[in-house]
T-cell receptor
């Protein structure tokens, strides 16, 4: 069945360092979404990517959708302690609005 | 600032008891989802409603779980009888499909502990 793999599982960085998480799908996707979940909190929608090769930026966050629409990445430039949390990608299950979430990447930022 | 609300926020119950979790989606949203989150399994989709109609509940253990939307302002997830392995955080999310664009808004979750 459809799977969404996310790497790495954990990442510890020094404050000010960059961070990237990658999401890979076994099938071509119509779109992909990214969420952030703070410790003890709930997932919060960050962005949706739809077009092949699309790149979107939100301040220090850069989101990219692969040309083949099978992978995506989230890059954070110059991490801050407020970036701590788990970042999830989510992909719709073939032609529906049922989203499969990746395993998440837990980011720790050391001050 | 519209939000998804969930009650209760925390629930501790004994094995075999019935548990009912409630969710009030954001007014005007036409989809509602129930998710379960555990350390081992991550975020799993349990059930999915669109315009109050159940579209998919393949992620739910059918013998003990049931999900309903009695009206547009209330979604419920029921577990009967509950088991220790049901201990998890249960999230409700609602969203709006608009011209192919879609985003989900999650509620704060219900943390369920079954002893």
């Amino acid at each position: 069945g459809q799977q969404v793999m996310q790497i790495p599982q954990y990442q510890h960085v020094q404050e000010g360092e960059d961070f990237t998480t990658y999401c890979n799908s076994s099938t071509t996707l119509s779109n992909i979404q990214w969420y952030k979940q703070r410790p003890g909190g709930h997932p919060v929608f960050l962005i949706q990517l739809v077009k092949s090769g699309e790149v979107k930026k939100q301040k220090r966050l850069t989101f990219q959708f692969g040309e083949a629409k099978k992978n995506s990445s989230l890059h954070i430039t110059a991490t801050q302690t407020t970036d701590v949390g788990t970042y999830f990608c989510a992909a719709p299950f073939s032609g529906t609005y049922k989203y499969i979430f990746g395993t998440g990447t837990r980011l720790k930022v050391l001050a | 600032d519209a939000r998804v609300t969930q009650t209760p926020r925390h629930k501790v119950t004994e094995m075999g008891q019935e548990v009912t979790m409630r969710c009030q989606p954001i007014l005007g949203h036409n989809t509602v989802f129930w998710y379960r989150q555990t350390m081992m399994q991550g975020l799993e989709l349990l059930a999915y409603f669109r315009n109050r109609a159940p579209l998919d509940d393949s992620g739910m253990p059918k013998d003990r779980f049931s999900a309903e939307m009695p009206d547009a302002t209330l979604a419920t997830l029921k577990i009967q009888p509950s088991e220790p392995r049901d201990s998890a955080v249960y999230f409700c999310a609602s969203g709006l499909i608009r011209q192919g664009e879609y985003e989900q808004y999650f509620g704060p979750g219900t943390r369920l502990t079954v002893t």
